[in-house]
């Protein structure tokens, strides 16, 4: 039986009650560090999301993909209009596709020297590292230099990774872990990849 507006009411002002209690002992300003994984789709998409969000609160943020890169995104040409955003493409695409694993790591090499410059900007106020995770699974870039760079970050600036197949280590070290979960996808029923939707 449905919920009369009284009880309705009642029930929805104990709810604000306790949410107005968690909101009142979170007191901490700090940048955190959010890391986006698993094998559904939106990884990226949530990253980007923050972007947007960042840019909306007049910040300057700095994008670095390790991994795509051998194909035009509509985020790279939406972002690129934004002075705010510093925006590097470092990848030679997917490592099935790049198939050499010395252009790789030299590829991932060299986009964690930029973002570890991002990361040393006090002016920046969102990290984006797109893709860090697989370049970690991979072991193209060790995750003990990860953590310590994030350590040594301003104070202030959040960092937010994403990629399927996050290490335990960087889950452990990271203040806020979501984990996408494949249910079903276009593309097993045949669809490509398109505008707008993936790329």
């Keep these: 039986m449905p919920d009369t507006p009284e009880q309705h009411k009642a029930r929805m ?3 604000k009650a306790v949410v107005d209690a968690s909101i009142a002992q979170a007191t901490i300003e700090r940048g955190v560090v959010i890391v986006n994984t698993g ?24 994008v670095v993909q390790f991994i795509k890169g051998s ?11 934004f002075p705010e955003v510093s925006y590097h493409v ?3 695409g997917f490592t099935w596709e790049t198939q050499d694993k010395e252009r ?16 040393q900007d006090e002016s920046i106020a969102v990290v984006l590292l797109d893709e860090l995770n697989i370049a970690l699974k991979y072991k193209y870039i ?6 310590e760079a994030i350590n040594r970050r301003p104070t202030q ?3 937010v990774i994403t990629g399927r197949g996050a290490p335990d280590a960087l889950i452990e070290f990271a203040d806020t872990v979501t984990e996408m979960k494949l249910l079903k996808h276009a593309y097993h029923a ?10």
Aim: one cysteine or more; charged letters at 20%; a positive charge.
């Design 13 to 15: 002002a104990r709810k």
């Design 157 to 159: 600036q959040h960092v």
């Design 71 to 81: 194909f035009s995104t509509g985020e790279e040409a939406f972002f690129r209009r």
């Design 39 to 62: 094998n559904g789709k939106g990884k990226s998409t949530a990253g980007f999301g923050m972007i947007a969000r960042a840019l909306g609160h007049g910040m300057k943020v700095g």
């Design 90 to 92: 470092m990848g030679e």
């Design 142 to 147: 060790v995750i003990n230099q990860v953590l």
């Design 104 to 119: 790789d790591i030299a590829s991932a090499s060299a986009a964690w020297k930029i973002a570890c410059d991002l990361m």
């Design 190 to 199: 045949g669809v490509k990849a398109q505008n707008g939707v993936e790329l």
